[in-house]
Structures are given as C-alpha cells and as structure tokens.
C-alpha cells in the first residue's frame, strides 16, 4: 500500500489493487525493452499481429482506401534480411497520429505498413517463433525539437496486444541501421539537437497474432532534458493503431477518452456513458489555482490479462468515473505531485471514497512554482451501487511537500459532479 493511500481512508469503496504484471519471454534474439541497456531500449521492444485470411485483407482494404492505395515497400531492408517474399497487404500514408511531449517537442507516426512474410530463410524465422510465414508493421516516426536545446530521447517503445496479453517486441535488424530514428549529437543517437529527424522501427507478428489483433496499443517514451530523469518532458505519447475497419473505430473512440492507465495501459475497455467536458471551474488554495476541466462516467470491461485485479468488485458490470484537472502552482512552495490527494464526497453525508490510484497517470518529481500540470483521478464503482447515488462532490487537497508535509494550513477545495 502506498503512502498516499495510509493517509486517507474510504468507508465505500472496495479497493483495487493492480500489482504490475507481466509475462516474460526469454528466447533467442529476442530481449523485452525492460532488460536492454539504456542505449538499446530503442532496438528490441515490440511485436505486432495481424491476418492473411480473404475476410480480414477485405477489411484492411476498405479501412480508409483513400489513404491506404499505397503498395510500394517503404522498408526493403526486410526483404535482405529474411531473404523471403514480401506482400504489402496494408498501407496507412495519413495515420493523423500525433503527440506533443509540449509546445515544442512532439512525435507522430507519419505512416505505417503491414507486410506478409513467406519463403523466408531458415534463420530468420526465429522472428516469427519459428514458424513458416509471418508479418512485419514498419513504422515511419518524425520527431521534431524546437527548443532552444538538445534533448535526450531513447525512442524507446512498447507495443500491447488489445486485450493486454501481449507485449510485443521490436526488430531492430529488419530495419536498416541508417534508418533508425536517432539523433545527431551522440553516437548512441540519444541526443538530438534542435530539428526535424525521421526514422523506422519494425515489429513482427506471427499469423495467430496478426489476425487477433484490431488496434493494439502503442507507446513511445518521453524525452528529457539534459539526460536527466526528473527533468521529463511531458507524457508518454500512446496511440491505439488501426489494422482494420474495427480498428479504426476503436482508435476513433479511445482518441476521445481521458489518458487514464485503463486506456493507455491496456487495463479496461471503457464504453463512455455519459461526460461533461467544458466545466472548467478553478478554485483556489491560497495561490495554487485548482480548475476542474470535465468529467468522464464510462462502463468498463477489464482486459483478459487484467480482469483478476477487479476481482473484489465482484462479477458484475463496472463504472468508472474519470475527472481531469488542471494545477497551476502560483506558490512559491513545490508541491509533490504524487500527493495530490482527491476523493468523492458520496450523497453528501454517505461517506467518501478514495480514487484508484493505479489506474491514474504516475506523476514524477514536484510541481515547482510558476508549472502546471494536468491531473486524472480515477473512481471504481459496481454499477449497481453506482445506479444509487444521487450526488456526487469531489475534494482536490490538501496539499503536500515531498516529504508529505501538508503545506497552505492542510487547506483542500470541493466541486460539484455532474452525473447525467
């Protein structure tokens, strides 16, 4: 249990406790990101899946035909590195998949593709655990710095299978070294100097992965500034990608959703209910400004790899309630950001309940005077009991230092909830 969570107590909630998780794979050639040095995280990370079925090429087809016409191979180096034949059997030229990291530092996927595998050689088959024919996804990243500066930046990936399962791994050997995305200062390619760089990375997938996956979900980490960890520039960049039409559709609907850990992580699908946006009402604790931006209420269903963590929340169906917040410290105090406390305030005298603390973005580091930044706090509900409640309030603060100090004379903020 986590310190934020001995300081508070909750009379309602069951509490859910997501212990990390994984399943490890140790083959030949094959090293999850996790295990490489720091200079390698770039070059093994991930697989991905896709089909060769009739049915399932027809849904790639039509996915977007006016984007995806494209069948010239943007990665040939493949074709020499496993000696087989190559189809291009899906081409997405206009992805439209961007993130900044801030206002001057951000990554986008500007086109990706999906190749069949067949005749290849013998010692490239290792790829595809061995097996006969197998797929590869390239991706075209830009990445592109304004600053003033250079930034630190591994390129470093994960690539999660839709229900979670998986975690896929990268080929750096099927793509050609002079075309990886790297930087200009170091010879590790960490350090790129102010500019536009463009680069590929490349995944495979055996058949049985390619055809269970629709939109698998795709992480690239931050950058930093001068090599150092606490001085991260933003959020991870997460994209769902679209293999099909159903992809597509899936992608469309997570764009839309808050960036908690059931979305970027893969824990839950979440099926929006019922939000309200535009609230963006700012309250006050001394001169650290608190504005509640919108609030999101979804049904969720957990994944395959994550469904025994809900287990004391029972069988039925469950909700989530996702608010997003925006902190401004105008303090001349640094705030931890890791003990920025917010509850529920259920039915006005029914009791509290605390949020889910491992389904909420993990903030770094303190919040130092004049930064802002953007905050999620997560709420588990049964539906049945979710269905009860008449009124909901939730409680921004207090307030702490990095030793959990409370700080502005313990001094918290409460707004209202719309709920329909």
Same mark, same amino acid.
């Given at each position: 249990?986590?310190?934020?969570?001995?300081? +508070?107590?909750?009379?309602?909630?069951?509490?859910?406790?997501?212990?990390?998780?994984?399943?490890?794979?140790?083959?030949?050639?094959?090293?999850?990101?996790?295990?490489?040095?720091?200079?390698?995280?770039?070059? /093994?990370?991930?697989?991905?899946?896709?089909?060769?079925?009739?049915?399932? #090429?027809?849904?790639?087809?039509?996915?977007?035909?006016?984007?995806?016409?494209?069948?010239?191979?943007?990665?040939?180096?493949?074709?020499?590195?496993?000696?087989?034949?190559?189809?291009?059997?899906?081409?997405?030229?206009?992805?439209?998949?961007?993130?900044?990291?801030?206002?001057?530092?951000?990554?986008?996927?500007?086109?990706?593709?999906?190749?069949?595998?067949?005749?290849?050689n013998?010692?490239?088959?290792?790829?595809?655990?061995?097996?006969?024919?197998?797929?590869?996804?390239?991706?075209?990243?830009?990445?592109?710095?304004?600053?003033?500066?250079?930034?630190?930046?591994?390129?470093?990936?994960?690539?999660?299978?839709?229900?979670?399962?998986?975690?896929?791994?990268?080929?750096?050997?099927?793509?050609?070294?002079?075309?990886? &995305?790297?930087?200009?200062?170091?010879k590790?390619?960490?350090?790129?100097?102010?500019?536009k760089?463009?680069?590929?990375?490349?995944?495979?997938?055996?058949?049985?992965?390619?055809?269970?996956?629709?939109?698998p979900?795709?992480?690239?980490?931050?950058?930093?500034?001068?090599?150092?960890?606490?001085?991260?520039?933003?959020?991870?960049?997460?994209?769902?990608?679209?293999?099909?039409?159903?992809?597509?559709?899936?992608?469309?609907?997570?764009?839309?959703?808050?960036?908690?850990? =059931?979305?970027?992580?893969?824990?839950?699908?979440?099926?929006?209910?019922?939000?309200?946006?535009?609230?963006?009402?700012?309250?006050?604790?001394? /001169?650290?400004?608190?504005?509640?931006?919108?609030?999101?209420?979804?049904?969720?269903?957990? +994944?395959?790899?994550?469904?025994?963590?809900?287990?004391?929340?029972?069988?039925?169906?469950?909700?989530?309630?996702?608010?997003?917040?925006?902190?401004?410290?105008?303090?001349? /105090?640094?705030?931890?950001?890791?003990?920025?406390?917010t509850?529920?305030?259920?039915?006005?005298?029914?009791?509290?309940?605390?949020?889910?603390?491992?389904?909420?973005?993990?903030l770094?580091?303190?919040?130092?005077?004049?930064?802002?930044?953007?905050?999620l706090?997560?709420?588990?509900?049964?539906?049945?009991?979710?269905?009860?409640?008449? #009124?909901?309030?939730?409680?921004?603060?207090?307030?702490?230092?990095s030793?959990?100090?409370?700080?502005?004379?313990?001094?918290?903020?409460?707004?209202? &909830?719309? =709920?329909?």
């Open positions: 249990m986590s310190i934020k969570q001995i300081l +508070t107590g909750s009379t309602l909630a069951a509490i859910l406790i997501l212990g990390a998780c994984g399943n490890a794979e140790d083959k030949e050639k094959e090293v999850s990101a996790a295990d490489q040095p720091e200079s390698e995280v770039a070059e /093994e990370n991930n697989e991905t899946t896709a089909s060769d079925t009739p049915e399932t #090429e027809k849904d790639l087809k039509t996915a977007d035909a006016s984007k995806n016409k494209s069948s010239e191979n943007i990665n040939p180096y493949m074709e020499e590195e496993t000696g087989g034949d190559i189809e291009i059997v899906f081409t997405n030229t206009e992805p439209n998949l961007t993130h900044a990291y801030s206002d001057k530092v951000t990554i986008a996927i500007e086109e990706y593709q999906i190749a069949h595998v067949t005749n290849m013998e010692s490239a088959k290792h790829n595809f655990d061995d097996e006969d024919e197998g797929y590869v996804i390239t991706y075209k990243f830009g990445f592109e710095n304004k600053l003033d500066e250079d930034v630190f930046f591994n390129a470093s990936t994960m690539m999660l299978s839709d229900d979670g399962t998986e975690n896929l791994y990268m080929r750096s050997g099927l793509v050609d070294r002079d075309d990886w &995305l790297k930087g200009d200062k170091d590790a390619g960490r350090q790129f100097a102010p500019g760089y463009t680069g590929m990375q490349a995944y495979t997938m055996t058949k049985d992965q390619y055809e269970r996956l629709v939109a979900t795709f992480t690239i980490d931050i950058p930093m500034l001068e090599d150092d960890f606490n001085k991260r520039i933003g959020k991870d960049a997460v994209f769902k990608i679209p293999f099909n039409e159903d992809g597509a559709e899936k992608a469309s609907k997570s764009s839309a959703l808050y960036a908690d850990k =059931m979305v970027t992580d893969t824990i839950a699908d979440k099926e929006l209910f019922f939000s309200k946006e535009d609230i963006n009402e700012t309250q006050k604790i001394d /001169e650290v400004t608190i504005t509640l931006e919108g609030v999101q209420y979804a049904d969720i269903k957990p +994944t395959a790899a994550h469904a025994p963590r809900f287990k004391n929340f029972g069988d039925g169906p469950l909700v989530a309630l996702t608010a997003k917040f925006q902190v401004e410290n105008g303090s001349s /105090e640094a705030i931890a950001k890791f003990f920025m406390d509850r529920l305030i259920l039915d006005q005298n029914r009791g509290t309940m605390l949020s889910e603390g491992m389904l909420e973005p993990t770094h580091g303190d919040l130092q005077a004049g930064e802002s930044e953007e905050v706090s997560v709420f588990l509900f049964r539906k049945d009991e979710f269905e009860l409640f008449k #009124e909901l309030k939730i409680q921004f603060g207090p307030l702490a230092d030793n959990a100090k409370k700080l502005f004379k313990e001094k918290s903020v409460t707004f209202d &909830l719309p =709920m329909k």
